[in-house]
């Protein structure tokens, strides 16, 4: 008998250690990253899914609030072969399922080999393997969250001031913070939205750059910011990451689809097919633009399979990023987008160097 069960969508019934009480279900993913654990797990991006750390040893340099990317921990569970038990005391006030002492391993080769499956949880004194089966039962797919973006969004309209004389308006799908410090440490000052704003609330701040944040679940799912998109593309400059990308990719006729298991890691290498350099990018996606439409040019793809990393648009003025150029965790290469963002608004930002060594 355990107390930690996880029911795989391939009928597999793992045990595990329990570390966090709990039963809950979502869809595996896991990240290869080997830092960054508070960073991945208060990324929005993440709700209702679980998390699987594939580097063994989760909290090994401890828990700091400054690290977070929202105001909580997102994904439904969090499994590890080991967490420390200041990552436990975190999870457990956060009433995040967690486990550990399990082959992560083999159960990254799964969803490799599988794809990214549903998962039900069971963790307590008491549990059984029937209990993990029931929460996979009610387990729906990521798609099927069609109004996830409210569960993540801002409730009210939030500005940060910048020094500079550029105004983003920032549309909050699941915004990471660090996305919002990359533009204000520019100089810009950033007026976050909630996903679901519509014209007027765009139109009210006047903006010189419309900002389409990443974000959890289907990007067809986020039918009041494709109609953002479509309202101002040409007369607003537009800018976009992972969620954003998709979005604006599918508003401007552009398609998106789902992958296999995704990018969720900080090695991911992109190739700038202008330059033919490349970066080492942050990425945590599962959905792509399969087709950017006739619109948008791919200016930039990801070496290992070719996906689009990157889209513009000269006539429209749109610059997007599937990636994550913000790091929070890993490489700075990329912070150089939010420079080309700033430069596309034809505003001048702070006298912010940009701490990346190279920009994309
Ligand atoms: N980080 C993100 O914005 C993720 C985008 C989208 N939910 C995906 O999984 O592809």
């Given amino acids: 008998m355990s107390d930690a069960y996880l029911a795989l969508e391939d009928g597999r019934v793992v045990e595990a250690r329990g570390r966090v009480p709990g039963r809950t279900r979502g869809e595996l993913v896991f990240t290869t990253a080997y830092t960054g654990y508070e960073e991945s797990l208060t990324d929005p991006s993440y709700e209702e899914q679980v998390l699987t750390f594939s580097y063994p040893l989760i909290g090994n340099y401890g828990v700091r609030a400054e690290r977070f990317e929202s105001d909580r921990v997102h994904p439904r569970a969090a499994v590890a072969r080991e967490f420390t038990e200041e990552v436990v005391e975190w999870l457990a006030d956060e009433g995040v399922p967690?486990?550990?002492?399990?082959?992560?391993?083999?159960?990254?080769?799964?969803?490799?080999?599988?794809?990214?499956?549903?998962?039900?949880?069971?963790?307590?004194e008491d549990v059984t393997p029937e209990d993990a089966k029931e929460e996979l039962a009610q387990c729906k797919g990521m798609s099927e969250h069609v109004d996830i973006g409210a569960q993540v969004t801002t409730t009210e309209l939030t500005t940060f001031e910048g020094d500079g004389d550029t105004t983003v308006a920032l549309v909050d799908c699941g915004a990471k913070g660090s996305i919002v410090d990359s533009?204000?440490?520019?100089?810009?000052?950033?007026?976050?939205?909630?996903?679901?704003a519509d014209?007027?609330?765009?139109?009210?701040?006047?903006?010189?750059?419309?900002?389409?944040?990443?974000?959890?679940?289907?990007?067809?799912?986020?039918?009041?910011?494709?109609?953002?998109?479509?309202?101002?593309?040409?007369?607003?400059?537009?800018?976009?990451?992972?969620l954003g990308q998709q979005i604006v990719a599918s508003a401007l006729g552009g398609t998106t689809e789902?992958?296999?298991?995704?990018?969720?890691?900080?090695?991911?290498?992109?190739?700038?097919?202008?330059?033919?350099?490349?970066?080492?990018?942050?990425?945590?996606?599962?959905?792509?633009?399969?087709?950017?439409?006739?619109?948008l040019d791919v200016t930039q793809v990801n070496v290992n399979d070719d996906t689009a990393e990157g889209l513009a648009s000269e006539e429209l003025s749109v610059i997007t990023?599937?990636?994550?150029?913000?790091?929070?965790?890993g490489p700075h290469d990329s912070l150089g987008f939010f420079d080309d963002v700033l430069a596309m608004a034809g505003t001048e930002g702070n006298e912010h160097k940009p701490r990346a060594v190279a920009s994309d």
């Fill in 258 to 295: 789902k992958m296999a298991f995704g990018h969720h890691g900080v090695n991911q290498p992109v190739r700038d097919l202008q330059t033919g350099k490349v970066v080492m990018t942050t990425q945590n996606h599962g959905y792509t633009v399969a087709d950017p439409g006739d619109k």
């Fill in 98 to 124: 967690a486990v550990d002492h399990l082959d992560t391993r083999d159960l990254v080769t799964s969803i490799r080999e599988e794809g990214a499956m549903k998962v039900g949880i069971a963790v307590g």
């Fill in 183 to 196: 533009l204000v440490d520019r100089g810009a000052t950033v007026h976050v939205l909630p996903y679901d």
């Fill in 321 to 329: 990023r599937q990636y994550h150029p913000e790091a929070h965790p």
């Fill in 199 to 242: 014209a007027e609330d765009v139109s009210a701040l006047d903006p010189d750059v419309l900002f389409i944040s990443n974000g959890p679940g289907d990007p067809e799912n986020y039918t009041a910011t494709h109609d953002l998109v479509e309202e101002f593309a040409g007369e607003v400059p537009l800018a976009g990451i992972c």
